[in-house]
Structures are given as structure tokens and as C-alpha cells.
């Protein structure tokens, strides 16, 4: 059974699922794979018919702690430990800092076919609606340190209240320390040596902790959320999943305060790319709006469900990487077009589950796939003017095909230009014969003989065909398979790996692709004698 399926067959009722998001910076893509693995949940639960609702939180009350490198540190420097939503938009077009990286954030949803509830903490906090788990935490702050104490081992001083004050004198949320709570206001101090990344101004006073005057520390504020919504599912990244960790935490207060039942959880891995863990406020890692702009929403959502939550992603765009991913998608479609030719009205098999959730709608759009190693080579012929004329002499494509083609040739064209080392790149060398030749075995000589005297006469000049006599005659010629291919890479590309072979030779003349092999079969004839 598809993981989210399992889940959602486990659960009774009336479900509130609840993700969220600190924008501390742009946000990457290992942020996306909370969204969508909740996402699927969401989606599973309304296949099985069961009333759910999906809400994403903008956590954007939390301070800035650190300016990602790519902002100007000069102008956000006077701003740390200010919360996010008081920080000025890094351009004109936002009206806050946690906006101006939200709403691109957000378009990345859009695209995704995402469409939670969306709801902004700062919201909570300034229309009261957080007032009452407020109160209660301060109220029973000495069960609050309790927990802490009890779960992850965290001594609290005894004067020690679960709150921040935003100061009145300086603006800062991560500098001040409640000492003292007597029902309608706190006692708080804004230290000078508030932490080791920013100083408070000294400042000390009563003021009431409600109507947005301030904010729970982060733990406190999940469960007040939980409370608030009535959350019954919410997962978290295994950093949070810790024995002892923020979530245990945050059950133990859920429980022995709120005295609720805390959400389902299922702790999942981090995306790593190229074996290192992202970071928004660093800079590191892919952002979510870059891997949009590149890859079609349906591959995007692919790539992030179809390994197991529990399981990493090591995330790259290398050639091989994003080759895979484009094959192992379309090989699903193959799949599903067999199944939909000779279905009954049993439901879609488990390995087509992952094809599902991918969609950014409810049903699959089927259309005939194209080698997506092959269109990375075709993009980068010589004079070529549009390589979708060459696909369309190969096979008669509908207006889906169309939309898919052009789709890809663009994404073709992003991954050359911004992803691809120059190691990776496959150029068809039209022009004249590749050096790389002179790499030709006489076995591989052979080989080639013999397939040019059988291209000339196969009965269709089509990628499926001419793969298959490349098999056949490496198997009547006794050589192995990846020699033969290298033979004929070797003599379009210059290089001994490449797309699939028989589609790339579909794509071009037959009569060219006949000439070349023979104009290499004389020179390496040449060059022996």
C-alpha cells in the first residue's frame, strides 16, 4: 500500500492536517517536501472519502536571527531579533520581510497544485485569538518548566515564564525575558546580553502579554496552533523527531496542559543536495522557486513523493540525476497508458499511485513521452532552428504531446544553461567526424559494418526500430552491448555514453546517419593500414 494511503486508512473522522513555515529567507527545496508530503496526506484522506482540511502557517512572528547572505547586511543589521513581520520588505513590492519570501513561497504552491488554508501568526497573536494558550501557559509556567525539565533535560529558573515580550523602548522579540505574571501583565527585562547575535536595550516594564504585545516561545505556540485548529495531523523533520526534541516536547505540553490528544506524527528526512542539508537563512541548498522555474510541476511533485517520508533525498541536477527522473516518470505513464488500454473497474495499481499523487489535479495527463537525454543532445545540434519538426517526423503528436514537448525542450534549454557542467554536455558533432573515433576497436568496426548494411533497409526509420536492431546486431555479432553503443556514441557525440541511442538517430536523416557511419568505418580502415 502507497505510504500516504496506509495513513489515511488509519485515521477516523473528521482530520486537520497543519504544516508551517518560518520565512527566514528564501526558501528551499527541502522546505517543499513538508508541504508535500502533507500534501499527499491531504489528498489521500479525500480519495478514502474522508472530510479533512489542510492549513499552512506563516510562522512570521519568530525574530530574524541571522540575514541571509544574499541580503545587504548593512540594511537588516539594525533589524535582528526584531520579529519578521516589523522587518522592511528587502524591495517595494512586498510589505514586510516575512512576506517578501512568503509569497514567492507561495507561488511554488500555486504551481504545485497546493491549496491549503493559508494563515499568518502575527494574525493570531494581534486579533487575540492566541489569548486564552497565553494566559494558560503563564498561568502554569511552573508545569511548562516541568516539561521542559522532565522531557528534554532543559533547567528553567524558577522565575522563568514561556514568553517574549516585543520591547517597547527597542522593537525586539529575541532579547527579552519574562520573570513575572499577575493574570493581566508580565515583568519583563530587555537584556543588554540577551544572546550571543544581538544585544536588548536594557528596558524593563509591565505590559500585557496579549493582542500581539508579544509571543509563546516556539514549542508553546506549535501546541497553541494545535489547540487553536483542533490539528489532528502534523508531521515533522526528523531534527525535531529527536528522543527528547522539539516534538517530544511539544506532545508532553500538549498533554499534560492542554490535556489533548497531540497530532499524528511520522518524523520524516532532510533533502540533501549533493550530500549537504540546506538552510534558508544561509543561502545553501536550491531554492523552491529556482526547482519550479526548471522542472514541470508534475516531475517536482515526483521527485518528492516517491520516496518513502522516512527515507533522505539526495537531491542533484546532474545530468544522470535529472535524466533518471524524466525516465522513471515517463516509464510510469507507459505503465499507466497499458493499463488504462485494458482496465476493468478495479482501482489504479499501487506502482501507479506515485503518478497520481503527482498530478497537480485529479486525474493523469497522458501523452506519448520523449527521451529526455535525447532533447538535451538535440538542443544543442549545430543550425538546428527547432528540433520539435525533427520529433514530429518520428511520430504524429496530438496537442497534449505538443504541450509536453515544448515543456521539456524548455526545460532543456533552463538545465544547459544553468545547471549543466561542461563535462555533462552532449553536443552532436554534425560537422565534421569526431576525434574521439580513433577509439574504435576493430571489433566495434565490425559492429558497425554490419548495423549500417542493416539500417539501410529496416522497414521504418523510428526510435523503437532502430533500437532494436542495435540490440540484434550486437548479439549476431557477438560483441557486448555497451561496447556497440559506445561505438556508435563515439561517432555522433565524441563521447562513449549518451542519450537513448535509438531515439537520437530517429531524430536524425537516415541517410546521414548512414553516411557518418560509414565515413567512420573508412577512417578507422584508413588509419590501420
Not at 543536495?273 to 522557486?289: E, W
Not at 497522458?366 to 532533447?375: A, C, E, H
Request: glycine letters at 6%; a negative charge.
Amino acid at each position: 500500500m502507497f505510504w500516504a494511503d496506509k495513513i489515511a486508512g488509519e485515521m477516523q473522522g473528521h482530520q486537520v492536517i497543519n504544516d508551517s513555515k518560518t520565512p527566514s529567507g528564501r526558501v528551499h527545496i527541502g522546505s517543499v517536501r513538508g508541504v508535500i508530503i502533507h500534501d499527499i496526506i491531504y489528498r489521500a484522506l479525500k480519495r478514502a472519502n474522508q472530510p479533512v482540511k489542510f492549513i499552512y502557517g506563516v510562522d512570521d512572528y519568530d525574530a530574524l536571527d541571522t540575514i541571509p547572505k544574499y541580503l545587504d547586511s548593512t540594511k537588516f543589521s539594525p533589524y535582528l531579533g526584531f520579529p519578521l513581520c516589523n522587518v522592511p520588505s528587502p524591495d517595494d513590492l512586498a510589505s514586510d520581510y516575512a512576506n517578501y519570501f512568503m509569497d514567492e513561497f507561495l507561488e511554488v504552491f500555486q504551481y504545485l497544485g497546493v491549496t491549503p488554508e493559508v494563515y499568518h501568526v502575527r494574525d493570531l497573536y494581534r486579533k487575540g485569538r492566541l489569548n486564552p494558550f497565553i494566559d494558560t501557559f503563564l498561568q502554569n509556567a511552573h508545569l511548562v518548566r516541568s516539561v521542559y525539565k522532565e522531557v528534554s533535560k532543559a533547567d528553567r529558573p524558577d522565575n522563568w515564564y514561556p514568553f517574549q515580550v516585543i520591547c517597547e523602548q527597542c522593537g525586539k522579540i529575541a532579547t527579552t525575558v519574562v520573570t513575572n505574571y499577575n493574570g493581566e501583565e508580565v515583568f519583563y527585562h530587555c537584556k543588554p546580553d540577551g544572546n550571543d547575535w544581538v544585544n536588548g536595550c536594557g528596558y524593563t516594564g509591565w505590559v500585557s502579554p496579549f493582542n500581539g504585545n508579544g509571543k509563546l516561545p516556539w514549542k508553546l505556540e506549535w501546541v497553541a496552533k494545535w489547540g487553536l485548529f483542533g490539528v489532528s495531523v502534523e508531521l515533522a523533520g526528523k531534527d525535531h523527531s529527536q528522543k527528547g526534541g522539539s516534538r517530544d516536547v511539544a506532545n508532553a505540553l500538549c498533554r499534560n496542559i492542554l490535556k489533548k490528544k497531540p497530532p499524528f506524527h511520522s518524523p520524516y528526512e532532510f533533502i540533501l543536495v549533493n550530500g549537504t542539508k540546506m538552510s534558508s537563512s544561509k543561502g545553501i541548498g536550491s531554492s523552491a522557486k529556482e526547482i519550479a522555474d526548471l522542472l514541470p510541476p508534475e516531475l517536482m511533485r515526483f521527485l518528492l513523493l516517491r520516496t518513502q517520508p522516512r527515507s533522505g533525498i539526495n537531491f542533484s541536477l546532474n545530468y544522470d540525476a535529472i535524466v533518471r527522473l524524466f525516465r522513471d516518470y515517463d516509464g510510469l505513464i507507459e505503465k499507466y497508458h497499458t493499463w488504462e488500454a485494458t482496465r476493468t473497474d478495479g482501482d489504479l495499481p499501487e506502482e501507479l499511485l506515485p503518478l497520481l499523487y503527482a498530478q497537480t489535479g485529479a486525474t493523469v495527463e497522458t501523452y506519448q513521452p520523449f527521451d529526455f537525454s535525447t532533447l538535451i543532445s538535440l538542443e544543442q545540434i549545430p543550425h538546428l532552428q527547432t528540433h520539435a519538426e525533427i520529433v514530429k517526423r518520428s511520430k504524429p503528436l496530438n496537442e497534449v504531446d505538443w504541450k509536453v514537448l515544448t515543456g521539456r525542450i524548455a526545460v532543456a534549454r533552463k538545465w544547459l544553461a544553468g545547471y549543466a557542467d561542461e563535462d555533462e554536455k552532449l553536443v552532436l558533432q554534425l560537422d565534421a567526424i569526431p576525434e574521439q573515433v580513433k577509439e574504435i576497436s576493430s571489433i566495434q568496426v565490425e559492429y558497425l559494418k554490419k548495423l549500417t548494411g542493416t539500417l539501410e533497409f529496416i522497414p521504418s526509420w523510428d526510435s523503437e526500430t532502430i533500437q532494436a536492431t542495435l540490440f540484434s546486431t550486437s548479439k549476431q555479432m557477438d560483441i557486448d552491448q555497451a561496447a556497440a553503443f559506445k561505438a556508435v556514441y563515439l561517432s555522433f557525440l565524441g563521447k562513449d555514453r549518451g542519450p537513448r541511442c535509438g531515439a537520437l538517430l530517429s531524430y536524425l536523416d537516415q541517410d546521414f546517419v548512414i553516411a557518418r557511419l560509414n565515413a567512420v568505418i573508412h577512417l578507422r580502415i584508413s588509419e590501420v593500414i
